[in-house]
């Protein structure tokens, strides 16, 4: 539908157009005819050219919650479904995303890479949590804002395969990360946690480390691939998959995507849609005042 401004601009330019021409009807009507013919189609290709104002996150979210309570009377609509779908999609793009990296990190993931802002994370001492991780994601707009419930474990730096094998095959190292799990499903903020490592699994399984021990590692000696699969596989089982992003690039695509998707699968209690619903279904049928 277009802007109703832009009609009444439309509308009084050919009546200003049409009061004039009706003083010259003497002269031609065929003429006549063409020439409003003309300006009509002209005026409304204009008219077709000009841009609505964009929509605000808020707006979105307004229309999301309204077809979101029409689904629920027609929950077999595809076309309510399909729309909301549409509607969720626009509305996630105007959301505001701040990546927290932990401070630790040796070659961070800057903002101009994420297309996000960073921020250092936020302290033990700050939250009274414990911190855990290495990136976090916080959205905020429209009147909503909380926590991405992805939690990131990055494997990276220069040599992804190396950080990720010495997570892993070192035994202590691998007990420190165990716990770190523990940390984070204590952590009401997160549902899932990922590894993201910057290398392929064939890298990360034929990685031959530089010391064996305290000794450099001239025998090439390293864990079996039975070993490092297993270790893998330890990780599905504790609920922490591990993609294998290959560079730096893939895996901050990847970091950005687990966003995404993690916010348009849960735009439902994002919104608070099912407190609104049963807030409306309860009011139903209540006296006025």
């Known amino acids: 539908m277009q802007n109703p401004l832009y009609l009444e601009k439309l509308l009084t330019l050919l009546f200003s157009r049409v009061g004039l021409f009706l003083t010259q009807m003497v002269t031609n009507r065929g003429i006549l005819l063409d020439l409003v013919r003309d300006i009509i189609l002209h005026d409304l290709r204009v008219c077709g050219r000009a841009k609505m104002p964009p929509k605000t996150c808020t707006k979105y979210a307004d229309e999301i919650k309204a077809l979101y309570s029409q689904l629920q009377e027609y929950p077999d609509s595809e076309t309510l479904q399909k729309k909301i ?13 701040t990546i927290f990296i932990a401070s630790n ?13 960073t921020r250092s994370m936020l302290l033990k001492q700050h939250t009274k949590i414990k911190q855990v991780g290495d990136l976090h994601a916080y959205y905020s707009g429209g009147g909503v804002a909380g926590w991405v419930g992805v939690l990131v474990e990055r494997k990276g730096g220069k040599k ?3 950080d990720l094998y010495g997570t892993l095959i070192n035994a202590d190292n691998c007990s420190r990360f165990y716990r770190e799990i523990d940390t984070f499903q204590a952590d009401h903020r ?3 946690m990922v590894v993201i490592a910057e290398c392929t699994l064939t890298e990360f399984l034929l990685y031959v480390p530089t010391f ?3 000794k450099r590692n001239y025998d090439h000696i390293g ?13 599905y089982i504790r609920g922490v998959p591990v993609l294998f992003a290959g560079t730096r690039t893939t895996a901050i695509e990847m970091y950005k995507g687990l966003i995404r998707q993690w916010i348009l699968k849960n735009y439902v209690s994002i919104l608070k849609l099912e407190v609104v619903l ?11 005042a």
Not at 90 to 97: H, N, V
Not at 105 to 117: A, D, K, N
Not at 278 to 288: A, K, M, V
């Open 212 to 214: 064996n021990g305290n």
């Open 160 to 162: 992804g395969a190396e």
């Open 190 to 192: 997160f549902t899932q």
């Open 105 to 117: 990190e040796q070659r961070p993931y800057t903002s101009e890479e994420l297309g996000y802002p």
């Open 278 to 288: 049963d807030y409306r279904e309860s009011s139903i049928g209540e006296p006025r």
């Open 223 to 235: 864990a079996s691939v039975e070993s490092r699969r297993a270790k893998i596989n330890s990780l």
């Open 85 to 97: 779908k549409q509607k969720v999609g626009s509305w996630e793009k105007l959301l505001d995303i």
